[in-house]
């Protein structure tokens, strides 16, 4: 008979092993990557009124000394906007999605820095009244493709997205919804190229690989869900929703085709 102790034991390695095969962050066997805070208001930096500094994250870089790391690492309560020589002053900071978070500076005109808990600078900005008011359109999002490819740790999650005319000029992102019945929940979001005036399929989830980890609250369109999308531009600013289309599991589109084995001879 097992003693007490040591059924408790393997009841506990078991529960423990279970949950690290579930668990969205990194593979235990693995060196983490870390998560870094990316400024996406990068190509224009004049902000309109409306608008704000849009900021992402990525797997890999340099985290910078008092960040917060473990949370959203686009949301840092300690960042600050600075004008000329006055004491920096802090900034509103709103959660588009999981993992993206635009800073609208206070009300002002001219340069301002935008800077980090330690007081170094993380961009350059200047306030543009004049600036065009948001125009973008909703997404016309034609169909979404899901899947998954086994690993040998791990299960690396897809969701594919087809449009039916490219993302408008501006946009630099877009955000995923979980539409419900009484509110649409964003649970993930992709970057853009630069250059995608001719972009009509576009990878909106892919896990962070078996050494990496997500942004708490990120998690990918599953088969059956309605799902919403929106773009967003460089200074935050979100388009309409698209219309509600129906996440459909499928094959891996990039898998090879299978190898035809040798023809049976017929006697």
Known sequence: ????????????????????????????????????????????????????????????????????????????????????????????????????????????????????????????????????????????????????????????????LTLKSAPPAEAVAIIVYQVGKTENVAISFARLPDTHDKLTTLEVFQDAGRCGSLVPGTRPPAHGDSIAFAWVDAFGRRSPLSATITAKANPDPNAPAPVPGPKRRVK
């Open 1 to 160: 008979m097992i003693e007490a102790r040591k059924l408790g034991q393997i009841l506990l390695s078991a529960l423990l092993g279970a949950t690290l095969l579930r668990s969205p962050v990194a593979d235990a066997c693995c060196i983490q990557q870390t998560r870094s805070a990316s400024v996406l208001t990068t190509r224009e930096t004049k902000v309109p009124d409306d608008g704000g500094i849009l900021v992402g994250w990525h797997s890999g870089g340099v985290t910078r000394d008092g960040d917060e790391q473990y949370g959203d690492i686009s949301n840092q309560p300690s960042w600050k906007v600075k004008i000329g020589k006055a004491a920096a002053v802090g900034v509103t900071r709103v959660s588009l999605a999981p993992g993206l978070t635009v800073y609208m500076p206070p009300a002002g005109k001219g340069e301002f820095t935008l800077v980090d808990g330690k007081g170094f600078s993380v961009g350059k900005f200047n306030h543009d009244a004049k600036a065009a008011k948001n125009a973008l359109i909703a997404p016309t999002a034609e169909a979404l493709k899901v899947w998954t490819i086994p690993d040998f740790r791990a299960q690396d999650r897809h969701a594919q």
